[in-house]
């Protein structure tokens, strides 16, 4: 018999704690644990500590199922789960990091935090696992023909292909990836300590091995060729390949904060919200529909990110739960969104009569896409009125 103690902490937000069962489950490479009842009072703000126990020691562990069970006939009580904090029999503390609200109905699986990414931060599959589930997976694009200022040859890549295989085969049987943070060339950067400090604005690029894990290949950190402008590979020195993985990542993420979640998100949303409150009266029906949602912070542009994940040729990616989790939440919003378009205007031409929903369309297409034909013209018809919302 192996004993798991499990330390529980719940949140100190408002409502945090619940009446309700709370369950878990231990799964390990070697077994998993029985499903064990921690407590169906939890208050907010408190640790708890329990045991789990498993007929053998489960391994490594790999998992962690949280449940939760009604208590009688109550109505749902939301539990916020900040950490569970599992002691294996050998005194091993696994952090599993949770921040999120526990509901009933739908097991949630967690696994190690930082340990797993204290362990991992350096290897390639795990940098290149990122791409796809990591903050930003709006840049990573099936390359299908290296952008001529790249200049990766087959000879610098072979060694990290598959035996027998060559760049332009893997490239034309879509196993090829590349980011480009082009963007990025020309900005300005601060100054620190006297120098003017340097942003990576070259490539990435990726392959997907037979073993299905994305991992990086060749790394150029500027746009423009030039004998200073090396190509990065694996079999370069570990801390040369480590600086120039951390140099593009650290580019990532300035992509993504300053367009993706600034500009696409941020802006964009501000522009509608605007519109809104000053084109649709507080009876309309789409002032009903957008109004609770500019109360708060949207951190997804989905209608963007759906569409856009097609065009980088990214649909039949393995391991790409972003996509898969994100087409699942689309395909349930643009239900509901066409239902509500449905109900109030059954044609284009009931859409075109509402003058009050015209001008809340000409004012976004104006002052928000500043009157790119690409973005706003289908807006005017029932189509694309469901697909915007």
Same mark, same amino acid.
């Given at each position: 018999?192996?004993?798991?103690?499990?330390? $529980?902490?719940? *949140?100190?937000?408002?409502?945090?704690? +619940?009446?309700?069962?709370?369950?878990?489950?231990?799964?390990? @490479?070697?077994?998993?644990?029985?499903?064990?009842?921690?407590?169906?009072?939890?208050? #907010?703000?408190?640790?708890?500590?329990?045991?789990?126990?498993?007929?053998?020691?489960?391994?490594?562990?790999?998992?962690?199922?949280?449940?939760?069970?009604?208590?009688?006939?109550?109505?749902?009580?939301?539990?916020?789960?900040?950490?569970?904090?599992?002691?294996?029999?050998?005194?091993?503390?696994?952090?599993?990091?949770?921040? #999120?609200?526990?509901?009933?109905? *739908?097991?949630?699986?967690?696994?190690? *935090?930082?340990?797993?990414? @204290?362990?991992?931060?350096?290897?390639?599959?795990?940098?290149?696992?990122?791409?796809?589930?990591?903050?930003?997976?709006?840049?990573?694009?099936?390359?299908?023909?290296?952008?001529?200022?790249?200049?990766?040859?087959?000879?610098? =890549?072979?060694? !990290?292909?598959?035996?027998?295989?060559?760049?332009?085969?893997?490239? /034309?049987?879509?196993?090829?990836?590349?980011?480009?943070?082009?963007?990025?060339?020309?900005?300005?950067?601060?100054?620190?300590?006297?120098?003017?400090?340097? =942003?990576?604005? *070259?490539?990435?690029?990726? &392959?997907?091995?037979?073993?299905? %894990?994305?991992?990086?290949?060749?790394?150029?950190?500027?746009?423009?060729?030039?004998?200073?402008?090396?190509?990065?590979?694996?079999?370069?020195?570990? +801390?040369?390949?480590?600086?120039? /993985?951390?140099?593009?990542?650290?580019?990532?993420?300035?992509?993504?904060?300053?367009?993706?979640?600034?500009?696409?998100?941020?802006?964009?949303?501000?522009?509608?919200?605007? @519109? +809104?409150? #000053?084109?649709?009266?507080?009876?309309?029906?789409? &002032?009903?529909?957008?109004?609770?949602? !500019?109360?708060?912070?949207?951190?997804?542009?989905?209608?963007?990110?759906?569409?856009?994940?097609?065009?980088?040729?990214?649909?039949? $990616?393995?391991?790409?739960?972003?996509?898969?989790?994100?087409?699942?939440?689309?395909?349930?919003?643009?239900?509901?969104?066409?239902?509500? =378009?449905?109900?109030?205007?059954?044609?284009?031409?009931?859409?075109? #009569?509402?003058?009050?929903?015209?001008?809340?369309? %000409?004012?976004?297409?104006?002052?928000?896409?500043?009157?790119? =034909?690409?973005?706003?013209?289908?807006?005017?018809?029932? +189509?694309?009125?469901?697909?915007?919302?």
């Amino acid at each position: 018999m192996a004993v798991y103690e499990i330390a $529980v902490t719940t *949140g100190d937000r408002l409502y945090s704690g +619940t009446c309700d069962y709370i369950y878990v489950t231990l799964i390990g @490479a070697e077994g998993q644990s029985e499903r064990t009842l921690l407590d169906n009072d939890i208050r #907010r703000g408190s640790s708890g500590c329990y045991s789990v126990e498993a007929p053998k020691p489960l391994g490594e562990l790999l998992l962690l199922r949280v449940e939760k069970d009604p208590f009688f006939v109550l109505p749902e009580d939301e539990w916020f789960c900040t950490k569970i904090v599992v002691t294996t029999p050998n005194g091993e503390a696994l952090l599993f990091p949770c921040h #999120r609200w526990v509901s009933r109905g *739908g097991d949630l699986e967690l696994r190690g *935090g930082p340990d797993y990414v @204290a362990a991992h931060w350096q290897d390639d599959d795990f940098y290149g696992f990122q791409f796809l589930n990591g903050v930003n997976p709006n840049m990573i694009q099936l390359c299908s023909q290296l952008p001529p200022n790249f200049q990766v040859t087959d000879a610098m =890549v072979k060694p !990290f292909l598959q035996e027998g295989t060559s760049l332009e085969k893997e490239m /034309k049987n879509g196993n090829i990836f590349f980011c480009d943070y082009k963007t990025l060339d020309g900005i300005q950067t601060r100054v620190y300590d006297g120098e003017q400090l340097v =942003v990576a604005t *070259g490539f990435c690029l990726l &392959y997907m091995n037979p073993e299905n %894990k994305l991992k990086p290949i060749a790394i150029q950190l500027l746009q423009q060729p030039a004998k200073e402008n090396n190509i990065f590979l694996p079999s370069d020195s570990e +801390t040369d390949w480590l600086l120039a /993985k951390m140099f593009i990542k650290n580019a990532d993420s300035i992509h993504h904060q300053s367009i993706n979640h600034l500009l696409n998100t941020h802006f964009v949303v501000h522009g509608c919200a605007l @519109a +809104t409150l #000053r084109n649709l009266p507080l009876i309309h029906p789409l &002032y009903k529909l957008l109004i609770p949602h !500019f109360r708060q912070t949207l951190h997804i542009n989905t209608l963007a990110q759906t569409r856009n994940m097609a065009a980088r040729g990214l649909m039949s $990616v393995p391991n790409f739960h972003y996509r898969d989790d994100g087409l699942e939440l689309w395909g349930h919003i643009q239900s509901f969104a066409k239902a509500m =378009v449905d109900r109030y205007y059954p044609s284009n031409d009931d859409l075109i #009569r509402d003058s009050e929903l015209q001008n809340w369309i %000409k004012e976004i297409f104006t002052n928000t896409f500043l009157g790119n =034909v690409h973005t706003g013209s289908f807006w005017c018809l029932w +189509t694309g009125l469901v697909a915007i919302l």
